[in-house]
């Protein structure tokens, strides 16, 4: 059979498929139907590079709203359930998601995991994604908000180093600012970098171990889950 004329190829080359392009359009399918199945909660994606303190946050986060939200946590690692095992041992309702070495979390990986945990009159859902800067950007989890935790300890030169990340995000964690004092790290310089890249980015200084700024973060979490219900009720109606 004779090969198509828009399928050639010079001799000693071979044309290869785009199937990142092809993986990404699959994946925002699951994650659309994420989205509907969960429509009646809060889903917030948590994303940082390795080390940020993204399971403390979480850990604080289940301290301080136990009796005012329910909270459920799907966590990502490519390999052992140990910060599931972590926030479990502070009464918060967790699911290990074993990515098997995979930088980040995919929409189906989720998608199955809803079957794995009790969500019943859960407020909001944390996906605590695998600690990576770059994949966990591309893929869409079905979440309502991208929140980006990045620790001083990095560096603030992050946003403009990967600007995909703080692009899709809504808002900005600056943590471990107990170390401020000790490190060459600017918050003022890190917040113009990302609002250059996303001008309506929200951003707040937090300390997960000295309780700074939790209380505005859980103030903005309680803000989105009220405007949550309040569409959730809206839909209903409809």
């Not at 180093?161 to 490190?183: A, G, I, N």
């Amino acid at each position: 059979m004779n090969t198509p004329k828009s399928n050639r190829a010079p001799v000693g080359s071979v044309q290869c498929e785009n199937t990142t392009l092809n993986l990404l359009k699959a994946n925002d399918f699951v994650a659309k139907v994420i989205r509907e199945r969960l429509q009646d909660m809060l889903v917030i994606n948590i994303c940082s590079a390795p080390g940020s303190g993204k399971t403390t946050l979480m850990q604080e986060t289940g301290k301080l709203l136990k009796n005012k939200l329910n909270m459920a946590v799907l966590v990502g690692d490519p390999e052992t359930e140990r910060d599931a095992i972590r926030m479990k041992e502070v009464g918060i309702n967790a699911l290990q998601i074993v990515t098997g070495g995979m930088c980040h979390i995919e929409a189906q990986m989720i998608l199955q995991a809803l079957d794995h945990i009790n969500l019943e009159d859960v407020d909001v859902l944390f996906i605590e994604n695998v600690g990576n800067l770059v994949c966990p950007a591309a893929f869409d989890l079905g979440e309502d908000f991208r929140v980006t935790v990045i620790s001083v300890t990095e560096g603030d030169d992050k946003p403009k180093k990967y600007p995909r990340m703080f692009l899709t995000s809504e808002l900005m964690l600056v943590s471990k600012s107990d170390l401020l004092p000790y490190l060459p790290f600017s918050v003022e310089a890190v917040t113009q970098d990302a609002r250059d890249i996303n001008a309506g980015l929200e951003v707040i200084t937090i300390s997960s171990l000295k309780g700074e700024g939790l209380e505005q973060w859980c103030d903005w979490l309680m803000k989105k889950v009220k405007e949550k219900k309040e569409k959730s009720l809206v839909h209903a109606e409809v």
